[in-house]
């Protein structure tokens, strides 16, 4: 799959934004899913991409905070080990749905999704001791 330089460069700014949606508030995916999907890169390679980029920006927020002292890495072992099994089983089932079905489905998992998960969780944060502490509800 060959890029075109304007391409490269939209995606470049579109992961740019994306970026930054995740670092204050979380779902840069909505920004950077639909643009790999719009270059014409098949599902699975646009939700790795994607899950590779907010990986990296995950790690490196979720250090930032633990080297503030914010969070403990102790409390968060069994939301860690969550996070790995539904991302090996998200994994394996992307791989078996059909490409064409998986196209259909993604616009309207990223349209519905989000308004789904905020109106289940008032608060996806509670603060306790000045610690941040996540709801187990989202792993």
Not at 2 to 13: A, H, P, R, T, V
């Amino acid at each position: 799959m060959e890029l075109d330089l304007s391409i490269l460069m939209l995606l470049g700014l579109a992961g740019f934004a994306a970026g930054f949606v995740d670092s204050i508030a979380g779902g840069g995916g909505l920004i950077s899913i639909p643009a790999l999907l719009a270059t014409g890169m098949p599902p699975t390679m646009a939700l790795a991409t994607n899950k590779l980029q907010s990986s990296f920006g995950a790690f490196t927020a979720t250090l930032f905070f633990w080297r503030k002292g914010l969070i403990k890495l102790s409390t968060m072992k069994l939301p860690i080990f969550c996070t790995f099994i539904g991302s090996a089983l998200g994994t394996l089932l992307v791989q078996r749905v059909d490409s064409g079905f998986l196209s259909q489905l993604l616009p309207f998992l990223l349209m519905h999704l989000p308004s789904t998960f905020y109106s289940l969780l008032e608060s996806p944060m509670t603060i306790v001791n000045d610690v941040y502490h996540t709801r187990l509800l989202l792993y």
